[in-house]
């Protein structure tokens, strides 16, 4: 599993995680479906191995405020409204939103990717 040892907990995390479609989880929910599913693991835990996978590139950290993050199974390019109602995360296709006039990056540096999180709630 990309360089990473396979411990028991982490094979137990990413059949959770990659065993379905493509979703945004965030590492509270994910330590409810490893409790439903009899995996016994701290919430310190999932956090490491969250971050352990994102570091690996198997997934994509979606960073919708300072204290909240969800991650993404699906590691291409595209971008994501933030259900702020239901601190929900969905997708947007990259081609959906055109980037224009990006500042130049520093010298010596090259733009990696764009993120965009569009925020929205119910009403008009
Ligand atoms: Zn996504």
Redesign the pocket.
């Given at each position: 599993m990309a360089g990473l040892r396979p411990t028991r907990q982490r094979v137990a995390l990413a059949e959770i995680l990659f065993g379905g479609a493509?979703r945004?989880v965030s590492a509270e929910e994910l330590l409810a479906e490893a409790n439903s599913a009899k995996v016994n693991v701290s919430l310190a835990t999932i956090y490491n191995t969250l971050h352990q996978f994102r570091a690996a590139g198997l997934l994509r950290e979606?960073a919708v405020d300072a204290s909240r993050s969800y991650f993404?199974t699906?590691t291409s390019d595209?971008h994501?409204f933030y259900l702020e109602d239901e601190q929900r995360?969905i997708?947007i296709p990259a081609s959906a939103i055109v980037i224009q006039n990006l500042p130049e990056p520093p010298t010596g540096m090259m733009v990696t990717h764009v993120d965009v999180v569009v925020r929205v709630r119910k009403g008009q």
């Open positions: 493509h945004h979606v993404d699906d595209h994501h995360v997708d």
